[in-house]
């Protein structure tokens, strides 16, 4: 079956750093995403995938490696806003998303 | 960036009623459109995936019957939940694949059901 672990929830302090991390194991694999999501609204797109290595995008980074099914979401400079949950999804052989089922982050100041 | 838009944002139905939800792709043409649920504290779950044109694909243990999906232009699907029910109280979350930038989805705001 195809399956995507990554932890229920996580805590951290404002300013520091957080690595969420993904594990998968999908029939096929074409990209891996992360996306961000706040309570009560739709996720939004943070990142994409395909490759392995690092993907940084300001205080967001990707990182990917394909033969350990395996990928991290890397988030600096902890602000308050950053409190949400993060899904990691990866798609597979026929193109369509497998969803993890998302990350709390708990942010305290 | 391409943005996706849901209609309405919010609605409360009594028990039995049907409710129709719009998703428009507003600055691109989506020949793939995702309707997704989910419940409070669980990941998103697909529900079908819908190409312009054609009939919608169900994902297994959805009822076709009972959510009915039409994606009659390039730029809008409808999801109606027929004779809705309590349990049927959820977030509808509906998104958009544009061929021309492979990678992405772009994700509507979402509708908050309660069925009454």
């Known amino acids: 079956g195809q399956n995507i672990d990554q932890p229920t929830e996580m805590t951290a302090t404002e300013g520091a750093i957080v690595q969420i991390n993904c594990t998968y194991q999908?029939?096929?694999?074409?990209?891996l995403f992360w996306y961000q999501q706040h309570a009560g609204e739709a996720p939004t797109f943070l990142s994409y995938n395909v490759l392995d290595g690092l993907e940084e995008k300001g205080r967001f980074s990707s990182f990917l490696s394909r033969s350990k099914g395996y990928s991290y979401l890397l988030l600096k400079e902890l602000q308050m806003k950053d409190s949400a949950s993060y899904l990691c999804?990866?798609?597979?052989?026929?193109?369509?998303?497998?969803w993890g089922a998302g990350t709390k982050l708990i942010i305290k100041p | 960036g391409a943005v996706v838009s849901q209609h309405p944002s919010r609605v409360i139905c009594k028990s039995g009623t049907s409710v129709k939800i719009e998703c428009r792709s507003l600055?691109?043409?989506?020949?793939?459109m995702f309707w997704y649920r989910q419940f409070p504290k669980q990941s998103l779950m697909l529900m079908a995936t819908?190409?312009?044109?054609?009939?919608?694909?169900?994902e297994q243990g959805v009822e076709k019957d009972k959510f009915l999906i039409n994606h009659a232009s390039l730029t809008l699907s409808t999801l109606t939940v027929t004779s809705a029910h309590p349990e049927d109280s959820s977030f509808y979350i509906c998104s958009a694949r544009d061929l021309r930038k492979e990678y992405e989805q772009y994700f509507g705001p979402g509708t908050r059901l309660t069925v009454t």
């Open positions: 819908s190409n312009e044109g054609s009939k919608a694909t169900y």
């Open positions: 600055d691109f043409q989506a020949t793939t």
């Open positions: 999908t029939s096929g694999f074409n990209g």
């Open positions: 999804a990866v798609r597979d052989s026929n193109y369509q998303l497998i």
